[in-house]
């Protein structure tokens, strides 16, 4: 694990290494290297296989966080790697042509963060959502509850007290 | 009298649809050679709330599109507003047949996070209860095969002994389907007093199942017909589709995270996961049987090693305001599936900020499933979905 | 492919003469597991209320209901459930502070009409309220929260029995924030404690590290948060929800945690009180003890100008001559009234209303009158003997210490009383033989018995630790007096205080009789009030309550509108009572000034 680290230093000059437990480590990837440091950890250091692409949205920083973790079943050793992008036009290089399966994960990116990666195959088809208008919902500042407030009606009569304020409003209104 | 022959059934493949240059089918519906067809969302060939698009000529399909979004239930983004003790009644749903790796997973998340040890009794049940859910889900699994091919009989048999596990679900946590047993920091309770005993009784149904189902199935001609040779996934593609567990041990490489990366007590544990290289449904089937061997023999020797007695939860923070430290994480375990992993990212609140759950399904389902169904026989669907164990929760959350 | 997979499958066949396994009445033939999630129960006497299981519900599935009127350490609300949204997780039950709630075993419920299924488990009858069976957490395994107290550090006792140093030594970080975590923000203590502290919302500041803000919530309800951090009487522990299971939280250390970690410097920035308005509105305010400092610090902040009148050469009533160094150092003190005196609250030393100034030339230089003057008169036994001049009381042995007068200390003393006062006598004077003697030799006694003394266990338990004798339930009969000095106390065994009705009728056994010895005896069985300093026209006016107290209203104003008082001599007695006095009347007082008609029940 720490030489693949350090040959990753070398050659992309990833940053913010954390290895998390023996066989997992985080490192963090320019953007333009992110695609180029995959392909090599698949074609030439054995991370022939993709555990999982995601994204983290970090609203506060206008940033978008994806990973791209990928596993070396051989060596069983994993390495995710961040790559920061910007959450306005949040656009990524596909990485279609190294695995068929990474198109499944760009296409849900796309509809529930809004992260485009153009070239991917069926990347603007809708995967889970049909028919949806709102903003991408796995984004930070689309609010579950007032969606599903104003989606479905709460049961009529539901009515909650707290305790201290229920407490003083019997017992000491006036102080 | 050859048999062999008097079975055989050698499709003649159409040569349709004629491929582009990068090697697409070229599909015109208008030549009318080709129909659309719908497997699902409401077809009991399909493996639960997803449908197949499918566009069949004659009775072969030349192309298959995976449709979710049929239960989208939006699980990783509730979680982001949940307190991390709240993530974990919801985070069972996101798979139903196996609810307890989520439980597992979510709560190893939240213990590496936050540097929690799990007391060595608590270990043992939570392994106890994940080779429980294995076996429930593998009764079914197993004769389900062959109930794609209409054969439903073991299906019942094993149907019934799965009731009998969740009797013990029932007794051990509280609940049959959603156990929520395993908790942050621990497990919630002890073996019950005579846990063991009856436990054990039903391991003996099983045995006398895997026997019955075994000269039910796999000395069965017509299941071998069917079968043998049906949706072969060769080696290159564990890793280009995502191929994980069974499927892939079907196709001779070893796939098992309690083998490769053991955890909890699987490394006390003495067991080999069966490979075999045939790689199409009977192989991967055959798997299954094996897996459910096995976890019959790893449930026995987990009630002969572990404690009766001990610690079942580390203390944690008060669960109200438990806070984690920014950080991240990616925890897996050893599915009925294949292997099944949670990615989660704390930031300093008492919230997660982003839940992502990988099961194998996620690709099976999808990447693998539309290639595998290029060229096969419509009636060979719900066989080859099944082979695959997809399950639609896994893949929507 | 061969012959035997043709005829295998066959072998199928052998299971027709098997019995069937389907149970055919599973509502009667199938009860849930011993340690089935069924229907909630709840035993709603155990119960108080504290919405905690509301809070960590993740369905919403809870609401708090009325129930009954609340009463200190419960909130009266129950909770009921909607079951149109329960997932019987059950993080309820195990989350349930008293261990009131549990689900039964019983699964099948059918009824017409969907609103049935919104119940309160234990108000609304179920035929499932008796199941012995269903969810519990099981016993001793686990909590969500920590049940046990963060130890705070005290000296030992032979680290504390020779000097008056602080002998409680404060939390550090890591033990607060430990402490602090305890709590389930259920609020239930806010209305148990006098002055209504936000606690929960302090408590948090400390879990966050958030040391300003925590100042900020103090000092919206208590301007003595060092003073009432070390040696409050904390109500609000005895009715805090985890206490129900195990410790309370630590309130009282919490707060001293605040005021300990932020220096006095900060204070005004903190607390935005650099530059308060003023209205040119005069108030008096007679004493300075927690009451008048309290009702200072409120008025000022309003405008007010504020002159407290303060027989004493320094503030701070008992708080200062009353309680000892080793509980309350006088740094402590100082801190909480130099911050008040600072927001321009002006105080006058060694000034005695009544004697000095009379109470009606208060009357006309202010505004309004503020008189939190205390119990200063220490009350005598009246047994024969009690009159020699080596009998003394508590207060004024303890007043004299804290203004570093001389005193009596003989090698051996009696002290009469079992409340908190005679224990602050007896621990100061055995510190002060040990000084002298190099031995403790005090014996202190009292009418109650030893499991119902006034005194709080851990006074008992360490004036013990420190060499003192505590030897309750023995009632003084007379001092032996030989060649004018004290030489004992004689006593008769008490077996019993009050008598069936609940009246103080003490039955003594006379036959049983003990004696101690002693040069020197403490009174210590209480104190009265001192109204010298009202004259006896003034009186006529003022309206006295059954027990000789002056009545006033819910904003401590007397029946005379000009003059409010709170207090020891109203209400308590302990500080927190005065600074919440202090406070309303505060409010009154500028209600009354402004001429805001304020007539509030009481
Ligand atoms: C030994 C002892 C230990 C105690 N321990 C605790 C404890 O641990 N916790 C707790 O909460 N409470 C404790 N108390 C009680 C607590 O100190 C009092 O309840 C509280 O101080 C009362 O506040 P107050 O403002 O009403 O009066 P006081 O604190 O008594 O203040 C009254 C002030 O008015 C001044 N004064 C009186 N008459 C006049 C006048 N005519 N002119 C000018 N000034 C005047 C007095 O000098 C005094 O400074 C203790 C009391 C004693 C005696
Ligand atoms: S059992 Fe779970 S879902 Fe039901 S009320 Fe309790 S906490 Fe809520
Ligand atoms: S947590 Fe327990 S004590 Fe508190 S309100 Fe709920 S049932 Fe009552």
């Given at each position: 694990?720490?030489?693949?680290?350090?040959?990753?230093?070398?050659?992309?000059?990833?940053?913010?290494?954390?290895?998390?437990?023996?066989?997992?480590?985080?490192?963090?990837?320019?953007?333009?290297?992110?695609?180029?440091?995959?392909?090599?950890?698949?074609?030439?250091?054995?991370?022939?296989?993709?555990?999982?692409?995601?994204?983290?949205?970090?609203?506060?920083?206008?940033?978008?966080?994806?990973?791209?973790?990928?596993?070396?079943?051989?060596?069983?050793?994993?390495?995710?790697?961040?790559?920061?992008?910007?959450?306005?036009?949040?656009?990524?290089?596909?990485?279609?042509?190294?695995?068929?399966?990474?198109?499944?994960?760009?296409?849900?990116?796309?509809?529930?963060?809004?992260?485009?990666?153009?070239?991917?195959?069926?990347?603007?088809?809708?995967?889970?959502?049909?028919?949806?208008?709102?903003?991408?919902?796995?984004?930070?500042?689309?609010?579950?509850?007032?969606?599903?407030?104003?989606?479905?009606?709460?049961?009529?009569?539901?009515?909650?007290?707290?305790?201290?304020?229920?407490?003083?409003?019997?017992?000491?209104?006036?102080? | 009298?050859?048999?062999?022959?008097?079975?055989?059934?050698?499709?003649?493949?159409?040569?349709?649809?004629?491929?582009?240059?990068?090697?697409?089918?070229?599909?015109?519906?208008?030549?009318?050679?080709?129909?659309?067809?719908?497997?699902?969302?409401?077809?009991?060939?399909?493996?639960?709330?997803?449908?197949?698009?499918?566009?069949?000529?004659?009775?072969?399909?030349?192309?298959?599109?995976?449709?979710?979004?049929?239960?989208?239930?939006?699980?990783?983004?509730?979680?982001?507003?949940?307190?991390?003790?709240?993530?974990?009644?919801?985070?069972?749903?996101?798979?139903?047949?196996?609810?307890?790796?989520?439980?597992?997973?979510?709560?190893?998340?939240?213990?590496?996070?936050?540097?929690?040890?799990?007391?060595?009794?608590?270990?043992?049940?939570?392994?106890?209860?994940?080779?429980?859910?294995?076996?429930?889900?593998?009764?079914?699994?197993?004769?389900?095969?062959?109930?794609?091919?209409?054969?439903?009989?073991?299906?019942?048999?094993?149907?019934?002994?799965?009731?009998?596990?969740?009797?013990?679900?029932?007794?051990?946590?509280?609940?049959?389907?959603?156990?929520?047993?395993?908790?942050?920091?621990?497990?919630?309770?002890?073996?019950?007093?005579?846990?063991?005993?009856?436990?054990?009784?039903?391991?003996?149904?099983?045995?006398?199942?895997?026997?019955?189902?075994?000269?039910?199935?796999?000395?069965?001609?017509?299941?071998?017909?069917?079968?043998?040779?049906?949706?072969?996934?060769?080696?290159?593609?564990?890793?280009?589709?995502?191929?994980?567990?069974?499927?892939?041990?079907?196709?001779?490489?070893?796939?098992?995270?309690?083998?490769?990366?053991?955890?909890?007590?699987?490394?006390?544990?003495?067991?080999?996961?069966?490979?075999?290289?045939?790689?199409?449904?009977?192989?991967?089937?055959?798997?299954?049987?094996?897996?459910?061997?096995?976890?019959?023999?790893?449930?026995?020797?987990?009630?002969?090693?572990?404690?009766?007695?001990?610690?079942?939860?580390?203390?944690?923070?008060?669960?109200?305001?438990?806070?984690?430290?920014?950080?991240?994480?990616?925890?897996?375990?050893?599915?009925?599936?294949?292997?099944?992993?949670?990615?989660?990212?704390?930031?300093?609140?008492?919230?997660?900020?982003?839940?992502?759950?990988?099961?194998?399904?996620?690709?099976?389902?999808?990447?693998?499933?539309?290639?595998?169904?290029?060229?096969?026989?419509?009636?060979?669907?719900?066989?080859?979905?099944?082979?695959?164990?997809?399950?639609?929760?896994?893949?929507?959350? | 492919?061969?012959?035997?997979?043709?005829?295998?499958?066959?072998?199928?066949?052998?299971?027709?003469?098997?019995?069937?396994?389907?149970?055919?009445?599973?509502?009667?033939?199938?009860?849930?597991?011993?340690?089935?999630?069924?229907?909630?129960?709840?035993?709603?006497?155990?119960?108080?209320?504290?919405?905690?299981?509301?809070?960590?519900?993740?369905?919403?599935?809870?609401?708090?209901?009325?129930?009954?009127?609340?009463?200190?350490?419960?909130?009266?609300?129950?909770?009921?459930?909607?079951?149109?949204?329960?997932?019987?997780?059950?993080?309820?039950?195990?989350?349930?502070?008293?261990?009131?709630?549990?689900?039964?075993?019983?699964?099948?419920?059918?009824?017409?009409?969907?609103?049935?299924?919104?119940?309160?488990?234990?108000?609304?009858?179920?035929?499932?309220?008796?199941?012995?069976?269903?969810?519990?957490?099981?016993?001793?395994?686990?909590?969500?929260?920590?049940?046990?107290?963060?130890?705070?550090?005290?000296?030992?006792?032979?680290?504390?029995?020779?000097?008056?140093?602080?002998?409680?030594?404060?939390?550090?970080?890591?033990?607060?924030?430990?402490?602090?975590?305890?709590?389930?923000?259920?609020?239930?203590?806010?209305?148990?404690?006098p002055a209504?502290?936000?606690?929960?919302?302090?408590?948090?500041?400390?879990?966050?590290?958030?040391?300003?803000?925590?100042?900020?919530?103090?000092?919206?309800?208590n301007p003595l948060p060092?003073i009432c951090?070390?040696i409050c009487t904390?109500?609000?522990?005895?009715?805090?929800?985890?206490?129900?299971?195990?410790?309370?939280?630590?309130?009282?250390?919490?707060?001293?945690?605040?005021?300990?970690?932020?220096?006095?410097?900060?204070?005004?920035?903190?607390?935005?009180?650099?530059?308060?308005?003023?209205?040119?509105?005069?108030?008096?305010i007679?004493g300075s003890g927690p009451a008048g400092l309290s009702a200072a610090h409120?008025?000022?902040?309003?405008?007010?100008?504020?002159?407290?009148?303060?027989?004493?050469?320094?503030a701070g009533g008992m708080m200062r001559?009353g309680i000892?160094?080793?509980?309350l150092?006088?740094?402590?003190i100082?801190?909480d009234i130099?911050?008040i005196?600072?927001?321009?609250?002006?105080?006058?030393?060694?000034?005695?209303?009544?004697?000095?100034?009379?109470?009606?030339?208060?009357?006309?230089?202010?505004?309004?009158?503020?008189?939190g003057?205390g119990?200063?008169?220490?009350?005598?036994?009246?047994?024969?003997?009690?009159?020699?001049?080596?009998?003394?009381?508590?207060?004024?042995?303890?007043?004299?210490?804290?203004?570093?007068?001389?005193?009596?200390?003989?090698?051996?003393?009696?002290?009469?009383?079992?409340?908190?006062?005679?224990?602050?006598?007896?621990?100061?004077?055995?510190?002060?033989?040990?000084?002298?003697?190099?031995?403790?030799?005090?014996?202190?006694?009292?009418?109650?018995?030893?499991?119902?003394?006034?005194?709080?266990?851990?006074?008992?338990?360490?004036?013990?630790?420190?060499?003192?004798?505590?030897?309750?339930?023995?009632?003084?009969?007379?001092?032996?007096?030989?060649?004018?000095?004290?030489?004992?106390?004689?006593?008769?065994?008490?077996?019993?205080?009050?008598?069936?009705?609940?009246?103080?009728?003490?039955?003594?056994?006379?036959?049983?009789?003990?004696?101690?010895?002693?040069?020197?005896?403490?009174?210590?069985?209480?104190?009265?009030?001192?109204?010298?300093?009202?004259?006896?026209?003034?009186?006529?006016?003022?309206?006295?309550?059954?027990?000789?107290?002056?009545?006033?209203?819910?904003?401590?104003?007397?029946?005379?509108?000009?003059?409010?008082?709170g207090g020891d001599?109203?209400e308590g007695p302990d500080v927190i009572h005065g600074i919440a006095n202090g406070h309303?009347a505060?409010?009154?007082?500028?209600?009354?000034?402004?001429?805001?008609?304020?007539?509030?029940?009481?």
């Amino acid at each position: 694990m720490v030489e693949i680290l350090k040959e990753l230093e070398d050659r992309f000059q990833v940053t913010d290494l954390v290895q998390q437990k023996d066989h997992l480590a985080f490192v963090s990837v320019d953007k333009n290297k992110a695609i180029p440091m995959i392909t090599w950890l698949k074609d030439q250091a054995g991370y022939t296989s993709l555990t999982l692409l995601t994204a983290v949205d970090w609203l506060e920083d206008g940033k978008f966080q994806l990973t791209y973790m990928i596993n070396n079943p051989k060596k069983n050793s994993q390495i995710a790697a961040r790559v920061m992008i910007d959450r306005e036009n949040a656009t990524m290089e596909s990485a279609h042509h190294l695995w068929e399966s990474i198109r499944i994960y760009q296409r849900e990116l796309k509809e529930m963060f809004g992260i485009d990666f153009p070239g991917s195959p069926e990347v603007d088809e809708s995967f889970i959502l049909e028919g949806w208008v709102d903003i991408p919902p796995y984004r930070r500042d689309f609010d579950t509850k007032k969606y599903s407030d104003e989606t479905y009606f709460p049961r009529p009569g539901r009515q909650s007290n707290d305790p201290a304020e229920y407490m003083k409003s019997k017992m000491y209104p006036n102080e | 009298m050859d048999l062999t022959k008097m079975f055989q059934f050698n499709a003649d493949r159409s040569s349709y649809p004629e491929l582009d240059a990068n090697g697409k089918p070229i599909i015109d519906l208008s030549s009318h050679k080709y129909l659309k067809l719908w497997q699902g969302p409401q077809h009991p060939g399909v493996t639960g709330n997803m449908s197949l698009e499918l566009t069949v000529n004659g009775d072969e399909i030349v192309e298959s599109k995976t449709h979710v979004g049929y239960l989208h239930r939006g699980f990783e983004k509730l979680m982001e507003r949940r307190k991390f003790i709240q993530c974990f009644p919801t985070c069972i749903r996101m798979c139903v047949a196996e609810p307890d790796p989520n439980e597992y997973i979510l709560s190893a998340c939240i213990e590496e996070l936050s540097g929690i040890e799990v007391p060595e009794t608590a270990q043992w049940l939570r392994t106890l209860a994940l080779e429980m859910a294995r076996l429930q889900v593998l009764l079914r699994g197993v004769p389900g095969q062959a109930g794609t091919f209409s054969l439903g009989l073991g299906y019942q048999w094993g149907n019934y002994i799965r009731d009998l596990i969740l009797d013990r679900f029932e007794e051990l946590t509280g609940g049959r389907v959603y156990h929520m047993y395993i908790l942050p920091g621990g497990v919630r309770g002890l073996l019950p007093d005579g846990f063991k005993k009856r436990m054990e009784e039903n391991l003996k149904l099983v045995d006398e199942f895997l026997v019955n189902i075994n000269d039910l199935m796999y000395n069965n001609i017509v299941f071998k017909q069917r079968a043998v040779g049906l949706a072969v996934i060769p080696v290159e593609w564990i890793d280009q589709y995502g191929v994980y567990g069974p499927a892939a041990r079907a196709a001779g490489i070893m796939r098992d995270v309690r083998k490769t990366h053991p955890y909890l007590k699987y490394s006390e544990l003495d067991f080999e996961p069966y490979t075999t290289t045939a790689s199409d449904v009977y192989a991967r089937s055959l798997v299954r049987w094996h897996d459910l061997k096995m976890t019959v023999d790893l449930i026995r020797q987990i009630m002969a090693k572990m404690p009766d007695k001990g610690e079942i939860k580390a203390p944690t923070p008060n669960v109200m305001h438990w806070r984690i430290p920014k950080g991240e994480t990616y925890v897996k375990c050893e599915s009925s599936r294949g292997e099944y992993g949670m990615y989660m990212v704390t930031d300093g609140s008492d919230m997660p900020r982003r839940v992502n759950l990988k099961g194998p399904s996620y690709t099976h389902a999808t990447a693998l499933l539309e290639r595998l169904l290029i060229n096969a026989n419509i009636a060979d669907t719900a066989a080859i979905m099944v082979s695959l164990a997809t399950c639609p929760p896994e893949i929507e959350r | 492919m061969s012959i035997k997979d043709l005829l295998t499958p066959f072998t199928a066949w052998k299971r027709i003469t098997k019995e069937p396994v389907t149970i055919r009445d599973p509502f009667n033939d199938r009860p849930g597991a011993e340690r089935y999630r069924g229907f909630h129960k709840n035993d709603v006497n155990k119960c108080i209320g504290c919405g905690t299981c509301e809070d960590i519900c993740e369905n919403e599935a809870i609401d708090m209901v009325p129930f009954k009127d609340p009463i200190s350490g419960d909130s009266g609300l129950r909770p009921r459930l909607d079951y149109g949204r329960c997932c019987w997780c059950a993080l309820c039950v195990d989350v349930c502070t008293t261990n009131s709630l549990t689900l039964s075993n019983e699964y099948t419920w059918v009824t017409v009409d969907p609103e049935d299924f919104r119940y309160t488990p234990g108000v609304d009858k179920k035929a499932w309220d008796d199941n012995e069976k269903g969810w519990k957490k099981p016993e001793g395994s686990y909590e969500f929260y920590n049940i046990n107290r963060v130890e705070m550090h005290h000296l030992h006792p032979e680290d504390r029995d020779k000097s008056f140093v602080e002998m409680v030594k404060g939390y550090s970080r890591e033990q607060a924030i430990a402490e602090a975590d305890r709590c389930v923000e259920c609020g239930i203590c806010t209305a148990t404690c006098p002055a209504h502290m936000g606690i929960p919302e302090y408590i948090k500041a400390v879990r966050h590290e958030d040391m300003e803000e925590g100042l900020r919530i103090l000092y919206e309800t208590n301007p003595l948060p060092e003073i009432c951090g070390r040696i409050c009487t904390h109500k609000c522990e005895t009715v805090c929800s985890i206490g129900h299971k195990g410790d309370p939280l630590s309130i009282r250390w919490l707060k001293r945690y605040i005021a300990d970690n932020v220096s006095s410097d900060k204070y005004k920035e903190i607390l935005n009180t650099k530059d308060l308005s003023n209205n040119h509105k005069k108030v008096a305010i007679i004493g300075s003890g927690p009451a008048g400092l309290s009702a200072a610090h409120y008025l000022a902040l309003m405008g007010y100008q504020c002159t407290i009148f303060e027989q004493y050469e320094k503030a701070g009533g008992m708080m200062r001559y009353g309680i000892p160094e080793y509980r309350l150092p006088y740094d402590s003190i100082d801190k909480d009234i130099d911050y008040i005196l600072s927001l321009g609250v002006d105080i006058k030393y060694n000034t005695r209303i009544g004697t000095d100034i009379t109470l009606e030339q208060l009357n006309k230089d202010y505004n309004a009158v503020f008189a939190g003057t205390g119990l200063h008169l220490g009350r005598s036994t009246g047994i024969p003997g009690s009159d020699n001049e080596h009998v003394y009381y508590a207060t004024d042995l303890l007043r004299q210490i804290t203004a570093g007068e001389e005193i009596e200390v003989t090698d051996q003393i009696v002290v009469i009383g079992g409340g908190n006062v005679a224990m602050d006598i007896t621990r100061s004077l055995a510190r002060m033989q040990n000084q002298k003697f190099g031995k403790v030799n005090i014996i202190t006694t009292a009418l109650e018995r030893e499991k119902n003394l006034p005194a709080d266990l851990e006074e008992v338990v360490e004036s013990r630790e420190e060499g003192a004798i505590i030897n309750p339930g023995w009632a003084p009969q007379s001092i032996e007096i030989e060649n004018g000095r004290p030489v004992g106390l004689h006593v008769i065994k008490c077996n019993s205080l009050f008598d069936d009705t609940g009246r103080f009728n003490p039955q003594c056994d006379i036959t049983k009789k003990e004696f101690f010895p002693g040069s020197m005896i403490v009174q210590s069985i209480g104190q009265g009030m001192d109204l010298s300093f009202v004259n006896e026209d003034f009186k006529k006016d003022l309206e006295f309550g059954s027990r000789g107290r002056v009545v006033t209203n819910a904003y401590f104003q007397t029946s005379v509108k000009w003059f409010f008082m709170g207090g020891d001599i109203i209400e308590g007695p302990d500080v927190i009572h005065g600074i919440a006095n202090g406070h309303k009347a505060a409010i009154g007082i500028d209600n009354y000034i402004q001429g805001i008609d304020f007539t509030p029940a009481k």
